[in-house]
DNA sequence: TGTTAGCACTCCAACTCCGCGAGTGCTAAA
DNA sequence: TTTAGCACTCGCGGAGTTGGAGTGCTAACA
């Protein structure tokens, strides 16, 4: 049942030889490889075996082979030796995040065109998460009869937003009282436990000090909305599915381009609990339009805790060492950025 | 030179025909069209005079014709009749806009979705720009040894924010001054006045109040850059590009597709100073890569002035009439909910 | 004079046919 | 166990063929 070192030998050749060709590979190719000695007919023997296993499948009979779904996931769990980073990839990254001191959703916006430029393929950026930032300071900022925004700032300096409204002839005391309130009680607590730990708390101080009761719970309420708010996606380089050769029937890339289009949909795509490095192959992904695609993630932290995560979609044919590789030089730039940015540019 | 009226029938019948089917119409199929009482053979002489006009082609000899970009361009300017808009095109977006009472951004954002799904082509939103919004409330909101945010809040309730930075030693009072300088001189000066106008006497005023002054400066200039903040774009239904015949060649979709993913290149597509709709057929656009595009555009109003631009993306083939209508409902729907929305929901 | 029927002609698109070549599996020899 | 040899398979691309849609032209007709 186990592969001999030489089946895994040339179940890595044809596969990093499909990668690279998009076409069936045959022995006689394979055996041109300059760490393949044997002949083309035992190659084809082994072959004819992977197949028999599940590794390798034919399009048709007398074609050369190509890896099956199986194949990639041996491949991607024994086989792939964890080379270099691509050099000239790890420059243009290095380059890129020194140069930046910028705006955190400007950079993360930025690094799916980065992610998707160096991997020829389409990236996929879930914006940092703020669940474990801290309550810096809540404002309200009346601008019009019973209407004004409150803005929540947290500790690294993300800034939401949300629109509140209250009876028209509330007082300005009313307002003011509201939030300070909410300062007191809200400030140094983590975003994450906004709405579940302090409504109850929050709601009967607020009973104590406010007379327009039921306006500053409706405002309570409201700020506690940018909570619910789900994560920022961008997502880059889609131009580049047509460019495979797997997606020039416009089919298929028409319904991976549109299920990228509607962003929530892709959020699912990513391992909610896992932290590492994530590859899901062909089948594996739940979603009927991947079939052919593999998509590999992994995650991005701050201060230790992922935060957000990247991810790539190629087909199933895409170059795993290659671009797991980029994707965790990249996860690793981010995070250190984001530790710099957020301790003090 | 000019037309006879039964030459501009058969190009509406043409062109029609042609945005339909997406073939060449031939004379025999344009003898069955209802509104059209002549044999073939007159059709085929006027086709051919038509022809000899430019504002017919064929592929090649012996097939139908096709209309030319100066064919459309004729029926954009003389033929189209204003017709009824779509009438569950009118119920969607009714009842879309009715429903929404949300933050403009996501509304803004939807439009994009909705504009494509009911043309079917690919929808470009430019979000409302805030110029001509004045300033409500600036704040400064420390976050660490010399760092705060900026926010700015306009009287419309659009929320802006930016990071800013100074000497770590400043003291509490100096923040203070400054923010309650820039209060004081900014509140009501329209957002695309805040740098030009302001700078000189700001900073004299700065220069009088406050220790710090070099400081106070770099926040001033920090602050003003959200003036300088590009226009957000929304782009909807890229994946309908695909489903346009004339671009299952992929190199053309993939084309159009790699520019549209650079946002800020679509912003020149829109003319700028200009408010009404604007139709731009085939080589109309200087862009290359739309040699048979048609981008039609409008404008999108609040307090009487434009704001944003909303606008359609398809094949020079495509149906002018109905999208022209939606496009103009959208635009009115749009700005009567702005209006609605920035004066108190 | 403008319109129409008829007809010969054109040309694309789709189909079939065929040969090439890459690749295989099997067998037998090393 | 590996390799050389050989017959076989099958997709692909080019050449040849055909059908049909559409044209332009001419001549007849209102």
Redesign the interface.
């Given at each position: 049942m186990m592969l001999t070192p030489r089946q895994q030998l040339i179940l890595s050749a044809v596969i990093e030889d499909y990668v690279r060709m998009a076409e069936p590979v045959g022995s006689r190719a394979l055996a041109k490889h300059e760490d393949i000695q044997f002949s083309p007919a035992t190659i084809r023997n082994e072959m004819a075996d992977l197949e028999e296993m599940g590794y390798l499948t034919q399009p048709h009979t007398s074609s050369g082979r190509i890896p099956s779904q199986k194949g990639y996931r041996f491949y991607v769990d024994n086989l792939l030796r964890q080379s270099q980073v691509d050099r000239d990839a790890g420059i243009y990254l290095k380059d890129f995040f020194t140069k930046r001191i910028d705006?955190v959703e400007q950079v993360v916006r930025e690094i799916s065109t980065v992610l998707s430029s160096l991997t020829k393929q389409t990236a996929i950026v879930l914006g940092p998460n703020m669940y474990t930032e801290k309550v810096?300071?809540i404002?309200l900022?009346p601008?019009?009869?019973?209407?004004a925004?409150a803005?929540l700032?947290t500790?690294?300096?993300h800034?939401e937003?949300?629109?509140v409204?209250f009876s028209e002839d509330i007082r300005v005391e009313d307002v003011e009282a509201i939030v300070n309130v909410l300062n007191d009680k809200l400030v140094g607590v983590p975003i994450s436990k906004l709405r579940s730990n302090l409504y109850a708390e929050l709601a009967e101080e607020l009973a104590r000090t406010v007379e327009r009761f039921e306006d500053a719970l409706a405002v309570l309420s409201e700020v506690c909305q940018v909570t619910d708010r789900e994560e920022t996606v961008y997502i880059?380089?889609?131009?580049n599915v047509?460019?495979q050769p797997e997606f020039?029937d416009?089919e298929k890339?028409?319904s991976i381009?549109?299920l990228?289009?509607q962003g929530g949909a892709v959020t699912t795509w990513f391992p909610k609990d896992e932290r590492g490095l994530t590859v899901r192959i062909g089948a594996e992904n739940s979603v009927g339009a991947l079939q052919d695609c593999t998509v590999m993630t992994t995650t991005y932290s701050l201060y230790g805790h992922p935060v957000g995560h990247i991810g790539v979609l190629g087909p199933t044919r895409m170059d795993y060492n290659r671009i797991m590789q980029i994707l965790q030089y990249t996860s690793a730039a981010l995070t250190e950025f984001l530790t710099r940015w957020s301790?003090?540019?």
């Open positions: 705006e810096r300071k404002e900022i601008i019009g009869p019973g209407r925004v803005i700032v500790d690294t300096g800034v937003n949300v629109h409204h880059g380089g889609t131009a047509l460019s020039h416009v890339a028409q381009l549109s990228l289009e301790t003090g540019n």
